[in-house]
């Protein structure tokens, strides 16, 4: 596709329950970002990948949260046993290069709601 | 302090009216500056890169004094469509990677 792809748009779960969140990037982007963004909050930086580079895992709230670039390009984000206050917007972005002046897109984000 | 800081606003001005919107950031190793527009309930969108010579695009002028770690956006004749959120962006780059920090967004609201 064209942009940045994020399933599902929309997941509402259990508390202690597992979710995973996808983002499939823009073809030919090497450069991976997971964020979240809390109901009228800044996004908060998660995890970011680099081609074959080792992630920067250095936002990661908690060891309940993983992700994962297959092939360097689909990406998933995993969170165990989901507590409330994981519940925010999740938006994945791609771009370039890790020094880009293009800019990096963002989809449209996967709104998970733990209840 | 915040790596990247903005006024929060909300900033509410009449159609046709010049607004300033201002960013600080505090990492000098910062390399590239964007400023992203989000409209409510949707994912941040890119408006503008701003360059250190300064940059324009129609209504959009972007200013980056890096002495002063500094970075402006002046929006011309505003629209009602200019109603959003204006995220000013810093990319830092260490080692083989970046990361892009977001400041907390400055609110508009254009009025008829």
């Known amino acids: 596709g064209a942009g940045v792809s994020q399933s599902p748009s929309n997941k509402v779960t259990e508390k202690g329950k597992d979710v995973e969140l996808r983002c499939d990037p823009i073809?030919?982007?090497?450069?991976l970002y997971w964020y979240r963004q809390s109901l009228g909050q800044g996004l908060e930086f998660l995890i970011y990948f680099q081609g074959n580079s080792a992630p920067d895992k250095s936002g990661l709230p908690s060891d309940r949260f993983s992700a994962e670039r297959t092939g360097g390009s689909v990406s998933t984000l995993t969170i165990q046993r989901t507590q409330q206050e994981d519940s925010a917007v999740y938006l994945c972005?791609?771009?370039?290069?890790?020094?880009?002046?293009?800019?990096?897109?963002f989809g449209s984000g996967t709104r998970l709601t733990v209840v | 302090r915040k790596e990247v800081e903005q006024d929060p606003g909300p900033f509410n001005v009449p159609e046709g009216a010049t607004v300033a919107f201002n960013c600080t950031y505090s990492?000098?190793?910062?390399?590239?500056f964007f400023w992203y527009r989000q409209d409510c309930r949707k994912e941040p969108k890119l408006l503008m890169s701003v360059y250190s010579s300064g940059n324009e695009d129609g209504r959009f002028t972007a200013q980056l004094n890096r002495a002063s770690q500094y970075i402006s956006l002046l929006i011309r004749d505003s629209k009602l469509s200019d109603s959003a959120t204006y995220l000013c962006v810093v990319n830092r780059v260490y080692n083989q990677g970046g990361k892009l920090i977001f400041g907390q967004g400055t609110e508009l609201s254009v009025k008829p």
């Open positions: 073809s030919g982007h090497t450069a």
């Open positions: 972005g791609s771009g370039t290069a890790p020094l880009s002046n293009y800019g990096y897109t």
């Open positions: 990492n000098s190793a910062s390399q590239s």
